[in-house]
DNA sequence: CTTACAGTGTGGTTAGACCACAGTGGTAGG
DNA sequence: CCTACCACTGTGGTCTAACCACACTGTAAG
């Protein structure tokens, strides 16, 4: 086994046994060294891996921020880690777009009436009103998915679409090159998040999950990304 | 930007761009460092990273399984993220298997009668006729789930699949040891998957699904976790 | 022709040094 | 007395240079 997995295994081990809670500190890396008697290199690799994860945060300097920090941030990490498999062509975008489509379907029929992530969903979308700028209105948009799935309660799926949505994030950027009038699609997509969030809020599960994956499908369909599509 | 991201960010490139693919071998540490002027310190942690993403895999010494050569885990790489999630207590594991049942069901529905991971699938089951060790079997019942899933077509599903199971794979093995009775449990075990894969092989999506979703949370309910169980 | 072995290039690991950063606390100047 | 400055301390970030184990390769000895 190798050295820095050594020092992994005994970092899991302290999340598992209760000695490490989210929020707390891990030791300085000079120290967790000595204390597992390896070299300061291995112990960084394994916080790199671990910061990778989404498990950890390292920080310099002293204070609030600084040293490592134990976070729980597996969207992100899942995300990184799918863009990179798109960038080897193992993964092509429709399959991901089709998962997407997948997860999200069920949280919109799942999704809890009351739930405050659907509050938050709502205020994102008066933004998104006043957000012609594409980037803007991207960013917000999949703030919205990600508060749509999450009101369904289940966190695995709520950081899986997250990482999803994360993965092909700079390609659904391109893509909005390839609309003939964007202002056209926005005010459809808008209308849509609308039609989406009303069919939540009335308890109609059934018809929030058609709508979301119409909306979904529609968009890459427009934007010219078929069943059939090619990586990049 | 830390130094290693750097590196990150070009080998992503090379990946991209298809100067760097499936099979093929990332320059030599020390020829990469001074490519890009940085410490092989840096180059190493990149490549951790990478590794730990499943993206490569590190051998050493000289001839085919030496050097550092790109190759597509992301089932793995992804259940070790989950894994490390279910330690901080941020992901319960009742999630992970609701996501499982989510998932499966799906691949179920839409797997290719004909497709060759049913095969996989019928030798599998053949396989666990005669296993009746505990450990052997669950291994077995894994890669069985596993093909069912491929048979649906889409990678992401599969891996996604793949890492879920395996982010709970020791949990699932002390799980066994609540059981009153691990003959007739696997016995039972065993139906269950003749009648998925008959369901399948028939052409019938729905019966498939049900009967998936049936079985995993049979398992888990008979082992004792309920839909408000705790992490470990 | 076979065998033994030095050579070469790979990743794995280590020690030690220096840097930038951000709080902390003492101190000199107002 | 108060304020502004600054050295101090501990954090992660980076680099260099060396050595190790490993596995194949080519060559030389038998």
Avoid: C
């Avoid at 070299?39 to 989404?54: F, H, Q």
């Avoid at 991901?96 to 489509?101: G, K, L, M, P």
């Avoid at 991207?138 to 369904?152: E, I, N």
């Avoid at 994956?213 to 934007?223: R, S, T």
Wanted: hydrophobic residues 45%; proline residues 3%; aromatic residues 4%.
């Amino acid at each position: 086994m190798r050295t820095h997995e050594l020092v992994l295994q005994w970092i899991e081990k302290q999340l598992s046994d209760g000695d490490l809670a989210l929020g707390g500190r891990l030791p300085g890396e000079r120290a967790m060294a000595e204390q597992l008697q390896v070299s300061r290199t291995s112990v960084r690799e394994a916080v790199r891996i671990l910061e990778a994860m989404g498990v950890v945060r390292a920080g310099v300097g002293s204070g609030k921020d600084a040293g490592t920090v134990v976070i729980a941030e597996p969207g992100s990490a899942l995300g990184s880690t799918l863009r990179l498999h798109v960038a080897t062509r193992h993964l092509p975008v429709a399959d991901i777009v089709e998962t997407r489509v997948l997860l999200e379907s069920w949280a919109a029929a799942r999704a809890k009436v009351g739930a405050p992530a659907l509050d938050e969903a709502a205020a994102l979308l008066e933004q998104m009103d006043d957000s012609p700028d594409i980037e803007t209105f991207l960013a917000l948009d999949a703030r919205f998915h990600v508060a749509l799935a999450q009101a369904a309660g289940n966190t695995v799926v709520s950081a899986m679409m997250a990482s999803l949505r994360g993965a092909i994030e700079n390609y659904a950027g391109k893509l909005t090159g390839n609309l003939p009038d964007w202002k056209a699609t926005s005010d459809r997509l808008r209308a849509e998040h609308r039609a989406i969030l009303a069919a939540v809020n009335a308890d109609d599960g059934g018809r929030a999950a058609d709508l979301v994956a119409a909306h979904i499908q529609g968009f890459y369909k427009e934007a010219g990304v078929g069943s059939q599509a090619s990586g990049r």
